[in-house]
C-alpha cells in the first residue's frame, strides 16, 4: 500500500513511499505536496509530503485515528475525520497555526471536500438513522443538510475547482 505519481500521459510513474505501511488516500494542495493517511506510526495519521517523495511529515497528532484529509483550495486548511470516543467526527486544522476544531455533533461523519471558494466543507454523515450530505461553515456554526433522494449517499466531493 504505497503512494505512486505518474505524467498525466501515463508516463514516468515514480513510487513515493516505501515504508511498510498502508498509505493512501493521497490529496494535492496548491501548494503541490501531498497529504495522506498512513499507520507508519502505529494509527491512522495524516502526513504530508513533496511530490518529489523524501520524508513524510506527520500532521495530525490529536487522537489516535484521523483519516480522510482534504486541503482547501486556499491552501489554509485540513479538513478530516477523527474518531474521537468512538464516533467519526469533522476536523479542521488551521495549518499555519495547528489549531484544530471539531466541527461536528454527529457520530459517523466522512469524506470531507472543500467548496471551491474554501469557506465551506461538504460531508457525509447520518442524521436520526439516515444518511445525509451536510454542509458546514469553517467555525461550524453554520450546517445545512442538503436535500436527496433515498438510498446511499456517501462520499462526496465538491468540484471541479475554478480557478
Not at 504530508?48 to 495530525?60: K, L, Q, W
Request: glycine share 12%; no cysteine; hydrophobic share 35%.
Amino acid at each position: 500500500w504505497d503512494l505512486y505519481i505518474m505524467d498525466r500521459d501515463g508516463a514516468n510513474l515514480r513510487r513515493l513511499t516505501n515504508s511498510g505501511a498502508i498509505d493512501t488516500a493521497p490529496n494535492w494542495a496548491p501548494d503541490g505536496r501531498i497529504y495522506f493517511m498512513s499507520d507508519r506510526g502505529g494509527t491512522p495519521q495524516i502526513y504530508r509530503m513533496s511530490p518529489d517523495g523524501g520524508n513524510a511529515e506527520r500532521v495530525t497528532f490529536n487522537g489516535s485515528y484521523n483519516i480522510s484529509p482534504a486541503i482547501s483550495p486556499d491552501g489554509q486548511w485540513l479538513a478530516y475525520i477523527s474518531r474521537i470516543g468512538g464516533a467519526f467526527k469533522l476536523q479542521v486544522m488551521d495549518l499555519k497555526s495547528g489549531t484544530v476544531s471539531s466541527l461536528t455533533d454527529t457520530s459517523a461523519d466522512e469524506s470531507p471536500s472543500f467548496a471551491p471558494n474554501s469557506r465551506l466543507i461538504l460531508y457525509g454523515t447520518q442524521q436520526q438513522g439516515r444518511e445525509a450530505l451536510m454542509t458546514t461553515t469553517l467555525d461550524g456554526k453554520i450546517k445545512a443538510r442538503l436535500a436527496g433522494q433515498g438510498g446511499d449517499i456517501r462520499e462526496p466531493d465538491w468540484g471541479p475547482f475554478q480557478k
